[in-house]
């Protein structure tokens, strides 16, 4: 039942419309069709050796590459080729064949099994043709919004680059202008810089000038028996002067405080006044906090005209102003902004950075896991790496592996989540459609007619 | 799955979880087992028993007398039978219980056949029975009591002969003994003829009325109940069986170490090569020597220890050696001694004399292995777990895109809503049907998990219904008896129960377990039971199985809940189609109700080695259908690891790859496309096999062989096979040796059989028997050998399911010995209905090859069934080349074949003879 050679009679209709008769061994493809010719010997097609033909397709596999037995299941490695007129061809493996389940949509694959197959091509080609062509216009549409993405990175790139260079620029310039400030325009700003000076000697005599009326009063306070001297014990009665904290004040403590004196006089109060003033209640009015006079105030405080350059740091601090309190981390800061943008730039974003926008863009998913704010590396096919983006060793996971996630993008018009699963546990799978990933559509319509091969 | 956990709380169930290996601190050792202790202190010595020949009473088939127990005068009641097929029962028990003791029910297929037993002599002291055919005599001696089983001159056996029968009757406690003195039914104690100073009760040790193990007090309401015998087997040193262990094939001397366990129990990442219980217990012995194979069945459901000594086991080979050439005046002899906690003592002892004698005997007390579909016998994809529809899907269609077989889909816990069996989780599974279906358009299956554990939960049917049945077991105060599972709190059904066991059947009605369809198989896990929360993760022995307690039936729970099962599946096609249920827990009797594994194993070179002689230990004791998690269940293996153990596993009888939910995950295609191939490969190999287990599963159907066999059972007289646990047979004809180290360059095998051939299957090469060979191997290499003188039949069409595969022609190997002979077997039936045995629809046909001829016959002319298949091909190794070849069909039509010869080789390949697979035929070469 299964020696007989079977011979396919297939009729179709090229472009033309012209019918044209082909024969040729069921699961030949046209393209081999050369190669099996009825009624001459049949060389295998690894050359091995030669047979009558018919011993091709007659359920007995006697070449090694299987190539004697395209329609039958009798070569472990041989393969079957589907028309599916209406809908694509298809090579399906030898062992597919009368296995009782349809593979080819033409049905051409179960001739002999009983399986009940529908030839369902014409509306798998009618389904295919619906989704190529709602494919074709998203990546029309996607493909264009993709080369703005490309434009807007290019500019984000220039800019980015631009800022950096700056930044480096700015660098050097800054150093350059402390030393400027300090030398070459030192003559240009000296009205500047005196007034300031002046300012800041007017500001520097009042606050010495309250200082001493601050000292001569704290001394009257202190001289409890007025004798004009302060003492050990008169000092040792403000607990606050404490020098370590611990909440008494010795008598060595206050010593210390007096220089290694016994007493002082208003004249060498002055030292011990610097040592205390800090801490110093006054006794009149002991719940008023010293007034505000610290020094990083009395920079700007004096400063009278506005409209003079600001001192350099200040330039900068335009640029991110959020830290401006800080100075101290400021160059710091400047510093990591640089090497993040630079980090950023060294970042592979595409071919024509069209991945660019979605960095620094966190994509909540339903799920509780995220896409840290971090690139991950990209690890598609090798036709188009582009396709599959991993981010690897993320925190460990009992008895499992570390986190990760994969990310796989498809063409689309927006940027969206379809769908997040966990196929294992702790290895986080994330689909996404955007229009960075689509291609440029053909020039011509994708007809499937036109590449139908019979 | 499996937890070691004893606390309530989730959270210390994880933190329990995290440890890395087997808590042993979870797990009695024999001293924390109050009875053992007790019953180990007892050292070899004079027994105290006495038979009282006065009281023999004799029938044609049973032969009873009274023992007494010279220090307590206790008596019991001896019971002798010879049973047809070389065998001999002896029963012991109490002569008058103060209550029933427990006898295992439904393990024994029938009351076995008895034959006549007759005294042939007497004297004062002993008795001489006549044991049928041959010359076999048992010897009674009465005082010490002791039985030994002669053969000619020669002791095979003898019981109680280190005197170490100890039976601890049931008692009153003290304490309460002046209330219950007056309560009807007599203590079994001659007391009340005995002055009370004399007599000698030992009520006083720990343990005997109440036992804490760590949290747990086992309350022991009945008090001491354990039994204990002993048995000495001259001549021997090998001895076997009594799984389950993680240990080697050949039982160790437990001398100096705890006695073998078996007590059915959820082992959290369990050890390797220790005696300590795992998850199911097959209290059966097997001892070989050169004169002869026997075995010992302790029919007994209770906590059991085995302790086995053996005088030449501390001996080097050459102490041995010096032995043999001074003619030792010891001659090798093995002691084993049973201990159990309740029950009686209910022996069959197996006389043998050959491997296959010990096997049938067995099977025709116990039964034989459930002869599976042919699918079940193909490889499984399992996983804890495929985690919804979309998933199955994915798995499948990888398979297709990877070309590469698969018969079953496997779904774990989490398939069921909230571990709520026999339902689907809604939001991962809302469409049971439509998934079963696409599978079934794939002619493909799938098992889900059906737990015996069930959640108490009033809003679940299942649950509802056992409780309102009243079928939950019962704690010891009468209420239903809740543990810690999966589910979370949990009722045990009473599955010792057959009323009870007849409803959870039903349950498995399409109309009743909504989603399921034909298609759709069961596995049963966690049934020794599992109790997270449990002593020893296990119900408490006070729990109560209607009269019994939990204590006397425990080992036997498993066995229940997968006969219920499988009666279930035959139930819900309506007694057509054959079951498939894979079971963790199991107990002597368990191979007639499906397949089991070897539980929760770890991805690590040494678990790959003891799966081989763990399931060669169950297939000795007839649990054939065994297999280990592919891949190692806990851990993550190295795709060496991996594929090594996808090609040792398709050639073990249950061939399924499984994974922790915690792994990576390890489908064949995903450790690159190297791989890939490799395992591809291992599979195909296994399903262009799929005849040859096929035929073998029938055969043990038939006669109880065992499938996968340690060498000595075909080569009983070869020593050198007797410890060999790293390569083994397939049914008779094929030898493994798969390769388990890592790195491994060759393996060297042990190729049994002086004058015999066996050829290398992959290259066709021929090698002698009676050598070790060494094979240099690579990561494709899977040492496999056909034994000269067999004929293989294959289907080398491999296709995506072995139901793709049903009407695919033969192809035949045949494996000339160095005779020039060969012969082999085809079995054939529809694959998986019980028609093959309700109406004979099946081809069973004998080939041999001899004088140059191949025949095909009928092995069973009153058997129908035709078939689609066809013979393809025939090749034969180590022929010669012939100058024709006839093929002469049944109607006397004759034709000539084609043929190739490979000269180097000596392969001879006929070309498509194209008969039937059912019809006689004879090709004849010249």
């Given at each position: 039942?299964?020696?007989?050679?079977?011979?396919?009679?297939?009729?179709?209709?090229?472009?033309?419309?012209?019918?044209?008769?082909?024969?040729?061994?069921?699961?030949?493809?046209?393209?081999?069709?050369?190669?099996?010719?009825?009624?001459?010997?049949?060389?295998?097609?690894?050359?091995?050796?030669?047979?009558?033909?018919?011993?091709?397709?007659?359920?007995?596999?006697?070449?090694?590459?299987?190539?004697?037995?395209?329609?039958?299941?009798?070569?472990?490695?041989?393969?079957?080729?589907?028309?599916?007129?209406?809908?694509?061809?298809?090579?399906?493996?030898?062992?597919?064949?009368?296995?009782?389940?349809?593979?080819?949509?033409?049905?051409?694959?179960?001739?002999?099994?009983?399986?009940?197959?529908?030839?369902?091509?014409?509306?798998?080609?009618?389904?295919?043709?619906?989704?190529?062509?709602?494919?074709?216009?998203?990546?029309?549409?996607?493909?264009?919004?993709?080369?703005?993405?490309?434009?807007?990175?290019?500019?984000?790139?220039?800019?980015?680059?631009?800022?950096?260079?700056?930044?480096?620029?700015?660098?050097?310039?800054?150093?350059?202008?402390?030393?400027?400030?300090?030398?070459?325009?030192?003559?240009?700003?000296?009205?500047?810089?005196?007034?300031?000076?002046?300012?800041?000697?007017?500001?520097?005599?009042?606050?010495?000038?309250?200082?001493?009326?601050?000292?001569?009063?704290?001394?009257?306070?202190?001289?409890?028996?007025?004798?004009?001297?302060?003492?050990?014990?008169?000092?040792?009665?403000?607990?606050?002067?404490?020098?370590?904290?611990?909440?008494?004040?010795?008598?060595?403590?206050?010593?210390?405080?007096?220089?290694?004196?016994?007493?002082?006089?208003?004249?060498?109060?002055?030292?011990?006044?610097?040592?205390?003033?800090?801490?110093?209640?006054?006794?009149?009015?002991?719940?008023?906090?010293?007034?505000?006079?610290?020094?990083?105030?009395?920079?700007?405080?004096?400063?009278?005209?506005?409209?003079?350059?600001?001192?350099?740091?200040?330039?900068?601090?335009?640029?991110?102003?959020?830290?401006?309190?800080?100075?101290?981390?400021?160059?710091?800061?400047?510093?990591?902004?640089?090497?993040?943008?630079?980090?950023?730039?060294?970042?592979?974003?595409?071919?024509?950075?069209?991945?660019?926008?979605?960095?620094?863009?966190?994509?909540?998913?339903?799920?509780?896991?995220?896409?840290?704010?971090?690139?991950?590396?990209?690890?598609?096919?090798?036709?188009?790496?582009?396709?599959?983006?991993?981010?690897?060793?993320?925190?460990?996971?009992?008895?499992?592996?570390?986190?990760?996630?994969?990310?796989?993008?498809?063409?689309?018009?927006?940027?969206?989540?379809?769908?997040?699963?966990?196929?294992?546990?702790?290895?986080?799978?994330?689909?996404?459609?955007?229009?960075?990933?689509?291609?440029?559509?053909?020039?011509?319509?994708?007809?499937?007619?036109?590449?139908?091969?019979? | 799955?499996?937890?070691?956990?004893?606390?309530?709380?989730?959270?210390?169930?994880?933190?329990?979880?995290?440890?890395?290996?087997?808590?042993?601190?979870?797990?009695?050792?024999?001293?924390?087992?109050?009875?053992?202790?007790?019953?180990?202190?007892?050292?070899?010595?004079?027994?105290?028993?006495?038979?009282?020949?006065?009281?023999?009473?004799?029938?044609?088939?049973?032969?009873?007398?009274?023992?007494?127990?010279?220090?307590?005068?206790?008596?019991?009641?001896?019971?002798?039978?010879?049973?047809?097929?070389?065998?001999?029962?002896?029963?012991?028990?109490?002569?008058?219980?103060?209550?029933?003791?427990?006898?295992?029910?439904?393990?024994?297929?029938?009351?076995?056949?008895?034959?006549?037993?007759?005294?042939?002599?007497?004297?004062?002291?002993?008795?001489?029975?006549?044991?049928?055919?041959?010359?076999?005599?048992?010897?009674?001696?009465?005082?010490?009591?002791?039985?030994?089983?002669?053969?000619?001159?020669?002791?095979?056996?003898?019981?109680?002969?280190?005197?170490?029968?100890?039976?601890?009757?049931?008692?009153?406690?003290?304490?309460?003994?002046?209330?219950?003195?007056?309560?009807?039914?007599?203590?079994?104690?001659?007391?009340?003829?005995?002055?009370?100073?004399?007599?000698?009760?030992?009520?006083?040790?720990?343990?005997?009325?109440?036992?804490?193990?760590?949290?747990?007090?086992?309350?022991?309401?009945?008090?001491?109940?354990?039994?204990?015998?002993?048995?000495?087997?001259?001549?021997?040193e090998h001895?076997?069986?009594?799984?389950?262990?993680?240990?080697?094939l050949k039982?160790?001397?437990?001398?100096?170490?705890?006695?073998?366990?078996?007590?059915?129990?959820?082992?959290?990442?369990?050890?390797?090569?220790?005696?300590?219980?795992?998850?199911?217990?097959?209290?059966?012995?097997?001892?070989h020597s050169t004169d002869?194979t026997?075995?010992?069945?302790?029919?007994?459901?209770?906590?059991?220890?085995?302790?086995?000594?053996?005088?030449?086991?501390?001996?080097?080979m050459?102490?041995k050696i010096?032995?043999f050439?001074?003619?030792?005046?010891?001659?090798?002899?093995?002691?084993?001694?049973?201990?159990?906690?309740?029950?009686?003592?209910?022996?069959?002892?197996?006389?043998?004399?050959k491997p296959a004698?010990?096997?049938?005997?067995?099977?025709?007390?116990?039964?034989?292995?459930?002869?599976?579909?042919?699918?079940?016998?193909?490889?499984?994809?399992?996983?804890?777990?495929?985690?919804?529809?979309?998933?199955?899907?994915?798995?499948?269609?990888?398979?297709?895109?990877?070309?590469?077989?698969?018969?079953?889909?496997?779904?774990?816990?989490?398939?069921?809503?909230?571990?709520?069996?026999?339902?689907?989780?809604?939001?991962?599974?809302?469409?049971?049907?439509?998934?079963?279906?696409?599978?079934?358009?794939?002619?493909?299956?799938?098992?889900?998990?059906?737990?015996?554990?069930?959640?108490?939960?009033?809003?679940?049917?299942?649950?509802?219904?056992?409780?309102?049945?009243?079928?939950?077991?019962?704690?010891?105060?009468?209420?239903?008896?809740?543990?810690?599972?999966?589910?979370?709190?949990?009722?045990?059904?009473?599955?010792?129960?057959?009323?009870?066991?007849?409803?959870?059947?039903?349950?498995?009605?399409?109309?009743?377990?909504?989603?399921?369809?034909?298609?759709?198989?069961?596995?049963?896990?966690?049934?020794?039971?599992?109790?997270?929360?449990?002593?020893?993760?296990?119900?408490?022995?006070?729990?109560?199985?209607?009269?019994?307690?939990?204590?006397?039936?425990?080992?036997?729970?498993?066995?229940?809940?997968?006969?219920?099962?499988?009666?279930?599946?035959?139930?819900?096609?309506?007694?057509?189609?054959?079951?498939?249920?894979?079971?963790?827990?199991?107990?002597?009797?368990?191979?007639?109700?499906?397949?089991?594994?070897?539980?929760?194993?770890?991805?690590?070179?040494?678990?790959?080695?003891?799966?081989?002689?763990?399931?060669l230990?169950?297939?000795?004791?007839?649990?054939?259908?065994?297999?280990?998690?592919?891949?190692?269940?806990?851990?993550?293996?190295?795709?060496?690891?991996?594929?090594?153990?996808?090609?040792?596993?398709?050639?073990?009888?249950?061939?399924?790859?499984?994974?922790?939910?915690?792994?990576?995950?390890?489908?064949?295609?995903?450790?690159?496309?190297?791989?890939?191939?490799?395992?591809?490969?291992?599979?195909?190999?296994?399903?262009?096999?799929?005849?040859?287990?096929?035929?073998?599963?029938?055969?043990?159907?038939?006669?109880?062989?065992?499938?996968?066999r340690p060498l000595w059972v075909e080569y009983p007289d070869d020593f050198a096979t007797f410890s060999i646990e790293d390569e083994y047979l397939i049914g008779k004809d094929l030898l493994v040796h798969p390769?388990?180290?890592?790195?491994?360059?060759g393996v060297t095998a042990y190729l049994p059989g002086k004058g015999e051939v066996w050829y290398d299957v992959?290259t066709f090469q021929k090698h002698d028997g009676d050598q070790s060979l060494y094979i240099p191997?690579?990561?494709?290499?899977?040492p496999v050998f056909q034994r000269g003188g067999s004929?293989?039949?294959?289907?080398?069409?491999?296709?995506?399911?072995?139901?793709?595969?049903?009407?695919?022609?033969?192809?035949?190997?045949?494996a000339l010995g160095s005779q020039g002979s060969a012969e082999?077997?085809?079995?054939?039936?529809?694959?998986?209905?019980?028609?093959?045995?309700?109406?004979?629809?099946?081809?069973?046909?004998?080939?041999?090859?001899?004088?140059?001829?191949?025949?095909?016959?009928?092995?069973?002319?009153?058997?129908?069934?035709?078939?689609?298949?066809?013979?393809?091909?025939?090749?034969?190794f180590g022929?010669?080349?012939?100058?024709?070849?006839?093929?002469?069909?049944?109607?006397?039509?004759?034709?000539?074949?084609?043929?190739?010869?490979?000269?180097?080789?000596a392969?001879?390949?006929?070309?498509?003879?194209?008969?039937?697979?059912?019809?006689?035929?004879?090709?004849?070469?010249?």
């Amino acid at each position: 039942m299964t020696c007989l050679h079977l011979l396919l009679t297939l009729v179709f209709a090229v472009s033309l419309g012209t019918p044209v008769e082909i024969q040729r061994p069921r699961g030949v493809p046209l393209t081999k069709k050369q190669f099996y010719e009825e009624g001459k010997p049949f060389t295998c097609l690894d050359g091995s050796r030669t047979i009558p033909f018919d011993r091709v397709n007659d359920d007995y596999c006697d070449c090694k590459d299987g190539s004697d037995e395209p329609g039958t299941a009798a070569c472990p490695n041989g393969s079957f080729h589907c028309t599916n007129a209406g809908y694509r061809p298809m090579f399906i493996p030898s062992s597919r064949i009368n296995d009782g389940i349809c593979d080819c949509c033409d049905t051409t694959d179960e001739y002999n099994s009983g399986a009940k197959c529908e030839n369902t091509c014409k509306e798998l080609g009618r389904k295919e043709r619906e989704v190529l062509q709602k494919m074709a216009e998203i990546t029309k549409e996607g493909f264009l919004l993709k080369q703005q993405l490309i434009e807007e990175a290019k500019k984000g790139r220039e800019e980015k680059q631009g800022k950096v260079t700056d930044m480096q620029e700015n660098k050097k310039q800054l150093e350059e202008k402390v030393e400027a400030l300090r030398t070459v325009k030192e003559a240009a700003e000296q009205p500047e810089k005196e007034a300031k000076e002046r300012h800041l000697k007017a500001w520097e005599a009042i606050r010495l000038e309250k200082d001493k009326a601050k000292m001569a009063e704290a001394f009257l306070e202190l001289d409890d028996n007025s004798d004009g001297f302060v003492s050990v014990s008169e000092l040792q009665s403000h607990a606050e002067l404490d020098p370590d904290a611990d909440g008494t004040l010795t008598e060595t403590e206050v010593q210390g405080l007096m220089g290694g004196a016994a007493q002082v006089d208003t004249s060498t109060f002055e030292s011990v006044w610097t040592n205390i003033k800090d801490k110093y209640h006054s006794e009149s009015q002991p719940e008023e906090p010293a007034p505000v006079e610290t020094p990083p105030d009395e920079v700007k405080e004096p400063a009278v005209d506005n409209d003079s350059e600001p001192y350099p740091e200040d330039d900068i601090s335009e640029e991110d102003d959020e830290d401006e309190d800080d100075k101290d981390d400021y160059h710091e800061d400047d510093d990591k902004v640089r090497v993040n943008i630079e980090k950023e730039l060294s970042f592979d974003f595409g071919p024509d950075a069209e991945f660019t926008y979605m960095y620094s863009q966190c994509y909540e998913l339903s799920t509780n896991a995220h896409v840290p704010r971090i690139w991950g590396s990209w690890s598609g096919p090798e036709n188009n790496k582009y396709l599959v983006m991993k981010y690897e060793h993320g925190t460990g996971c009992w008895q499992g592996p570390n986190r990760s996630t994969t990310v796989k993008l498809t063409c689309g018009k927006e940027t969206v989540v379809t769908s997040t699963s966990e196929p294992s546990r702790c290895e986080y799978l994330m689909e996404f459609t955007t229009p960075a990933v689509c291609q440029e559509p053909a020039n011509t319509e994708p007809s499937p007619h036109g590449h139908e091969e019979l | 799955m499996a937890a070691s956990c004893d606390s309530l709380l989730p959270l210390v169930l994880l933190l329990c979880l995290s440890a890395q290996a087997v808590d042993r601190s979870n797990f009695k050792t024999c001293d924390q087992s109050a009875f053992c202790k007790r019953q180990r202190e007892l050292k070899p010595g004079q027994s105290p028993y006495r038979a009282l020949l006065d009281t023999l009473e004799l029938s044609n088939s049973r032969l009873s007398l009274q023992l007494i127990n010279d220090n307590n005068k206790v008596r019991l009641l001896l019971e002798l039978y010879r049973l047809q097929g070389n065998m001999t029962r002896v029963k012991i028990n109490e002569l008058k219980p103060l209550k029933p003791r427990y006898e295992v029910p439904d393990v024994l297929l029938s009351d076995p056949i008895t034959e006549a037993l007759s005294v042939v002599a007497q004297d004062e002291n002993s008795l001489v029975v006549s044991l049928g055919g041959k010359d076999q005599r048992l010897i009674l001696s009465a005082q010490p009591f002791r039985l030994d089983i002669v053969e000619g001159s020669q002791v095979v056996m003898s019981l109680n002969s280190r005197g170490l029968l100890a039976f601890e009757h049931l008692r009153t406690r003290k304490d309460t003994k002046s209330e219950s003195e007056q309560a009807p039914g007599q203590e079994n104690v001659e007391q009340q003829t005995d002055e009370d100073g004399q007599i000698k009760e030992d009520d006083d040790k720990p343990g005997m009325w109440e036992e804490t193990f760590k949290s747990h007090t086992d309350s022991k309401p009945n008090g001491p109940t354990s039994i204990s015998l002993d048995f000495s087997l001259p001549g021997v040193e090998h001895v076997y069986g009594i799984p389950e262990h993680a240990d080697t094939l050949k039982l160790k001397n437990t001398d100096g170490s705890d006695p073998y366990r078996l007590y059915n129990l959820d082992v959290f990442q369990y050890e390797l090569h220790n005696p300590m219980a795992l998850y199911g217990a097959v209290p059966v012995l097997i001892s070989h020597s050169t004169d002869r194979t026997m075995g010992i069945f302790w029919l007994n459901a209770a906590e059991t220890w085995v302790d086995i000594s053996s005088n030449t086991a501390g001996k080097t080979m050459f102490g041995k050696i010096l032995d043999f050439v001074q003619v030792s005046s010891e001659a090798p002899q093995t002691d084993v001694r049973w201990m159990s906690e309740s029950g009686i003592i209910d022996v069959f002892i197996m006389l043998g004399p050959k491997p296959a004698d010990v096997f049938t005997q067995y099977a025709s007390l116990t039964g034989t292995q459930s002869f599976p579909p042919l699918s079940a016998l193909a490889y499984h994809q399992c996983r804890w777990n495929y985690n919804d529809q979309e998933d199955v899907k994915t798995v499948d269609q990888g398979f297709d895109e990877h070309d590469i077989p698969y018969d079953f889909i496997w779904l774990d816990i989490e398939h069921a809503d909230g571990k709520r069996y026999f339902t689907w989780d809604p939001s991962k599974f809302p469409q049971p049907k439509e998934m079963l279906q696409g599978l079934m358009d794939k002619r493909r299956k799938l098992v889900a998990i059906v737990d015996p554990h069930i959640k108490v939960d009033s809003g679940y049917k299942i649950h509802n219904e056992i409780r309102s049945k009243n079928f939950y077991v019962k704690n010891k105060d009468g209420g239903d008896y809740e543990g810690w599972c999966w589910p979370g709190n949990a009722g045990y059904p009473d599955f010792t129960n057959p009323e009870m066991r007849t409803w959870w059947a039903s349950q498995f009605a399409y109309d009743q377990y909504e989603g399921s369809m034909e298609n759709q198989y069961i596995w049963n896990d966690m049934n020794e039971p599992s109790v997270f929360n449990g002593p020893e993760v296990t119900m408490h022995k006070d729990a109560l199985h209607g009269v019994w307690e939990h204590r006397d039936v425990h080992n036997l729970y498993g066995l229940y809940v997968q006969k219920a099962t499988a009666d279930g599946l035959i139930q819900r096609s309506e007694g057509v189609q054959r079951p498939f249920v894979l079971t963790r827990a199991f107990f002597a009797g368990s191979q007639r109700y499906g397949a089991v594994w070897t539980g929760d194993n770890a991805a690590e070179w040494g678990h790959l080695k003891i799966s081989i002689p763990m399931c060669l230990s169950l297939g000795l004791v007839g649990i054939s259908f065994c297999g280990a998690d592919v891949g190692g269940f806990f851990k993550h293996p190295s795709a060496e690891l991996l594929v090594r153990w996808y090609q040792a596993g398709a050639y073990q009888p249950f061939f399924r790859a499984h994974a922790h939910i915690d792994t990576p995950r390890r489908e064949p295609w995903l450790f690159g496309p190297e791989n890939t191939a490799l395992i591809r490969e291992a599979i195909r190999q296994r399903y262009a096999l799929l005849p040859y287990w096929y035929q073998l599963f029938y055969n043990a159907h038939r006669t109880g062989q065992p499938v996968m066999r340690p060498l000595w059972v075909e080569y009983p007289d070869d020593f050198a096979t007797f410890s060999i646990e790293d390569e083994y047979l397939i049914g008779k004809d094929l030898l493994v040796h798969p390769v388990t180290d890592e790195g491994a360059t060759g393996v060297t095998a042990y190729l049994p059989g002086k004058g015999e051939v066996w050829y290398d299957v992959h290259t066709f090469q021929k090698h002698d028997g009676d050598q070790s060979l060494y094979i240099p191997v690579t990561m494709s290499s899977i040492p496999v050998f056909q034994r000269g003188g067999s004929i293989i039949c294959r289907k080398d069409r491999v296709r995506r399911s072995s139901s793709c595969m049903e009407n695919d022609p033969y192809t035949l190997y045949v494996a000339l010995g160095s005779q020039g002979s060969a012969e082999g077997e085809l079995y054939i039936d529809d694959f998986h209905t019980f028609s093959f045995e309700e109406a004979k629809q099946f081809v069973h046909r004998r080939l041999s090859f001899s004088a140059n001829t191949l025949s095909s016959r009928n092995l069973a002319p009153d058997s129908q069934f035709s078939t689609a298949s066809w013979i393809e091909k025939i090749v034969i190794f180590g022929g010669s080349q012939p100058s024709s070849a006839t093929l002469k069909s049944a109607d006397g039509t004759e034709s000539a074949l084609e043929f190739e010869f490979d000269s180097t080789l000596a392969v001879l390949t006929l070309r498509k003879p194209g008969v039937n697979a059912a019809a006689d035929w004879t090709i004849v070469l010249r």
